[in-house]
């Protein structure tokens, strides 16, 4: 079952926050593929060579289908798996979260480590700021060119999200909707146009 929805990462960014005399800087970034995740952890650490530790965690898939977690010798469980649970405690999906720590002195135990890895990765989303984006079905009008200027209009005036047009012997115009809309949507396109317009079912997308 495919999700719905799913909330990413709103932009790339990096949130400071000192515990302990500690300096914890989470870098939260989009990540379309694990690959783009990998990228962006091996890019945090060329930045900070001497910091203490580079951990990270990331879930790439609307369904959360691949996730990774790292404490990068912190002791084992106190900081990629913090970091992974605040990202899916907020449904965030396709993101990585590198914290990149410069121990300060003080020891924080096991508990603090957790509390300060999850809750700078939270902070860190507030500061950013997330985006929804929902399952969409991509589907394509075709209508003839008299009518095109009128369809199109009629489809933005009733919140239909177009993405795409294509000129030809027809006018192809390339609509998200959700999955639900479909059968009124049918209903309503065959009304609008007095049944000239040909409707074809794409895949699937997510979109804002």
Request: glycine share 10%; with cysteine; charged share 25%.
């Given at each position: 079952?495919?999700?719905?929805?799913?909330?990413?990462?709103?932009?790339?960014?990096?949130?400071?926050?000192?515990?302990?005399?500690?300096?914890?800087?989470?870098?939260?970034?989009?990540?379309?593929?694990?690959?783009?995740?990998?990228?962006f952890?091996?890019?945090?650490?060329?930045?900070?060579?001497?910091?203490?530790?580079?951990?990270f965690?990331?879930?790439?898939?609307?369904?959360?289908?691949?996730?990774?977690?790292?404490?990068?010798?912190?002791?084992?469980?106190?900081?990629?798996?913090?970091?992974?649970?605040?990202?899916?405690?907020?449904?965030?999906?396709?993101?990585?979260?590198?914290?990149?720590?410069?121990?300060?002195?003080?020891?924080?135990?096991?508990?603090?480590?957790?509390?300060?890895?999850?809750?700078?990765?939270?902070?860190a989303?507030?500061?950013?700021?997330?985006?929804?984006?929902?399952?969409?079905?991509?589907?394509?009008?075709?209508?003839?060119?008299?009518?095109?200027?009128?369809?199109?209009?009629?489809?933005?005036?009733t919140?239909?999200?177009?993405?795409?047009?294509?000129?030809?012997?027809?006018?192809?115009?390339?609509?998200?909707?959700?999955?639900?809309?479909?059968?009124?949507?049918?209903?309503?396109l065959?009304?609008?146009?007095?049944?000239?317009?040909?409707?074809?079912?794409?895949?699937?997308?997510?979109?804002?």
């Amino acid at each position: 079952m495919k999700a719905d929805q799913y909330v990413t990462v709103a932009r790339e960014g990096m949130h400071e926050s000192e515990i302990n005399r500690s300096r914890f800087l989470c870098s939260l970034a989009p990540a379309a593929t694990e690959q783009e995740a990998q990228d962006f952890v091996a890019r945090i650490r060329k930045e900070h060579p001497t910091a203490t530790h580079n951990c990270f965690a990331y879930v790439v898939g609307a369904d959360a289908s691949v996730q990774k977690a790292s404490d990068d010798g912190e002791p084992g469980g106190t900081a990629g798996v913090p970091m992974l649970q605040m990202l899916m405690r907020r449904d965030i999906r396709y993101a990585v979260a590198v914290v990149t720590r410069y121990y300060g002195g003080v020891k924080l135990g096991a508990g603090g480590l957790i509390r300060a890895y999850g809750g700078v990765v939270g902070e860190a989303l507030d500061a950013l700021g997330t985006v929804t984006r929902r399952r969409y079905r991509l589907a394509t009008v075709t209508v003839d060119h008299q009518r095109a200027g009128k369809t199109q209009n009629d489809l933005r005036s009733t919140g239909r999200t177009v993405v795409d047009l294509r000129y030809g012997a027809e006018v192809e115009i390339e609509v998200a909707l959700p999955e639900a809309d479909l059968p009124a949507f049918e209903a309503w396109l065959a009304d609008t146009t007095a049944g000239s317009a040909g409707l074809t079912l794409g895949g699937e997308t997510y979109a804002p």
